[in-house]
C-alpha cells in the first residue's frame, strides 16, 4: 500500500537545462508534501516543502508544483546543476500529522551531466 | 561537529544474533526518529519520540525495540535478527513533532546498513 511513489528511478539531464521529477500520491488525507535530497552515503536532506492548500511554491532554482486533482506533484530545478546529481525522495504528511510521520516515495536519482 | 550521528555505518552480522544500533543529536532537538529503506528503497518510519517518550510505533515487529535515555539519544535494538532485516536504518531528529513546517523539518543520520547472513 505505497501511497507516494516515484515511478522514475532515475533521471540523467545536461547542466543548463531543467529536471523535472515526478512524484504521485493515492490518499487525499496528506496536509504537507515535502521533497529530500540524498547523496550516496549520506542522509536526506530537507529542500523544499508545499502545503496542499497551495499549487506552487518557489525557492531560488527550485520550483515544486502540486496539482491535487491528479495527486501529482513535480520538482522542477532550473537551470540544473552537476552538483544537483543525488536522489530526490518526495514525501508527504498525513494531516491528522501523528507526531511527524511522514510517507517516503522510493526517490528518483538524477544525474546532471556536464 | 555532526548534526546527527549513528554507529556502527556498517553491520554485518548472522542471523540470530542481537544487535543495537545508537543514534546522537546535538541539534537540541525533541524528536527523534527511525526510518528503514528497505530493498525497494522505500523510506517508512518505524518509531518517533518526544521528549523522550514513543508518540509513533508503525507495525514493526516487536523484536525491534527503541530505547531513548535522554532528549539527545535513540537507540535501536533488534533481537533474533532474520534476512529481512537487512536494510539501511536512517536516524533523524527535528525541533519539533510535525514533519512539515520549518519548526518541524527532519535532519537525518548518515545511515547504518545492516546485512544479515
Known amino acids: 500500500d505505497q501511497q507516494v511513489k516515484q515511478n522514475s528511478p532515475s533521471l540523467s539531464v545536461q547542466e543548463g537545462r531543467i529536471s523535472i521529477l515526478n512524484c504521485d500520491y493515492t490518499?487525499?488525507?496528506?496536509?504537507?508534501f515535502l521533497w529530500y535530497k540524498k547523496y550516496p552515503a549520506e542522509g536526506p536532506t530537507f529542500l523544499i516543502s508545499?502545503?496542499?492548500?497551495?499549487d506552487k511554491n518557489e525557492d531560488g532554482r527550485f520550483t515544486v508544483f502540486l496539482n491535487k486533482s491528479a495527486k501529482h506533484l513535480s520538482l522542477h530545478i532550473v537551470p540544473s546543476q552537476p552538483g544537483d546529481s543525488a536522489v530526490y525522495f518526495c514525501?508527504?504528511?498525513?494531516?491528522?500529522?501523528?507526531?511527524?510521520?511522514?510517507?517516503f516515495g522510493q526517490g528518483t536519482e538524477l544525474s546532471v551531466k556536464p | 561537529d555532526t548534526a546527527v550521528s549513528q554507529t556502527p555505518k556498517y553491520l554485518v552480522t548472522q542471523m540470530g544474533n542481537d544487535k543495537s544500533i545508537k543514534c546522537e543529536q546535538n541539534?537540541?532537538?525533541?524528536?527523534m526518529y527511525w526510518y528503514k529503506q528497505d530493498s525497494k528503497k522505500f523510506l517508512k518510519i518505524m518509531f518517533s519520540?518526544?521528549?523522550?517518550?514513543?508518540?509513533i510505533n508503525e507495525t514493526v515487529p516487536n523484536r525491534f525495540s527503541p530505547k531513548s535515555p535522554d532528549k539527545a539519544h535513540l537507540n535501536l535494538h533488534i533481537n533474533s535478527l532474520e534476512l529481512g532485516d537487512s536494510a539501511v536504518y536512517f536516524c533523524?531528529?527535528?525541533?519539533?513533532?510535525?514533519?512539515?513546517?520549518?519548526?518541524?523539518?527532519?535532519?537525518f543520520g548518515p545511515g547504518t546498513r545492516l546485512l544479515v547472513l
Open positions: 514525501a508527504a504528511r498525513p494531516f491528522y500529522n501523528q507526531g511527524g510521520k511522514l510517507i
Open positions: 519520540y518526544n521528549n523522550k517518550e514513543l508518540i
Open positions: 508545499i502545503s496542499s492548500i497551495k
Open positions: 533523524a531528529s527535528s525541533p519539533e513533532a510535525g514533519g512539515a513546517t520549518p519548526e518541524e523539518t527532519q535532519y
Open positions: 541539534l537540541g532537538h525533541d524528536t
Open positions: 490518499n487525499s488525507m496528506f496536509d504537507y
